[in-house]
T-cell receptor, first 114, second 114 residues
């Protein structure tokens, strides 16, 4: 089996700060994703990447940047944290696209902005 | 755009009760449908999928049948256990749109009392 490791698990930032979340997978999967999870709103896609150095925007990409420099890693940057923002960011990977395979998720990184 | 609706935000049952969580979708194409489960402190886990009308997906005693006529994919289990307490997400992926996004519903919190 494999695992997805997200760091940090908890991130506290200040308004306007640039904050970066990291994700590593050892499944050797091609496709990786970042989702945002808000209470009562489900999961919304921020960015995904089909292969190394590829980036595709999801519906929620505004305010975020992403980077996929290696097949095994995918990072997400909050470009300017919003005051009172609180959400869980979930990284996932899949061997094929989501319409054929299944997504494997990490445990999440919880962001709190003071 | 495509969407997934889960009408129950919370469901409370006793052990051995029958479970139904409703999921309806709206899609311009012919989507694949998924159920994911998320236990506290963990990321969502794939339960099962279905990609054709009348196809039944199942896993761990849970099942759902793809119904194109009613655009539904309701989750059912005959006899729930306390260990089934979790958040359940219905999701769709639409290959005809050329999008690699999985669209998730808002989730249903299931609480099973002993």
């Amino acid at each position: 089996g494999g695992i997805i490791t997200q760091t940090p698990k908890f991130l506290i930032g200040q308004e306007g700060q640039k904050l970066t979340l990291k994700c590593q997978q050892n499944f050797n999967h091609d496709t990786m994703y970042w989702y945002r999870q808000d209470s009562g709103k489900g999961l919304r896609l921020i960015y995904y990447s089909i292969t190394e150095n590829d980036l595709q925007k999801g519906d929620l990409s505004e305010g975020y940047d992403a980077s996929r420099e290696k097949k095994s890693s995918f990072s997400l940057t909050v470009t300017s944290a919003q005051k009172n923002e609180m959400a869980v960011f979930l990284c996932a990977s899949s061997i094929e696209g989501p319409n054929t395979g299944q997504l494997y998720f990490g445990e999440g990184s919880k962001l709190t902005v003071l | 755009g495509d969407s997934v609706t889960q009408t129950e935000g919370q469901v409370a049952l006793s052990e051995e009760d029958f479970l139904t969580i409703h999921c309806n979708y709206s899609a311009s194409g012919y989507p694949a449908l998924f159920w994911y489960v998320q236990y506290p402190g963990e990321g969502p886990q794939f339960l099962f999928r279905a990609s054709r009308d009348k196809e039944k997906g199942s896993s761990r005693g849970f099942e759902a049948t793809y119904d194109k006529g009613t655009t539904s994919f309701h989750l059912r289990k005959a006899s729930v256990q306390e260990s089934d307490s979790a958040v359940y997400y219905c999701a769709l992926g639409d290959p005809s749109s050329g999008s690699w996004q999985l669209i998730f519903g808002s989730g249903t919190q299931l609480t099973v009392m002993p």
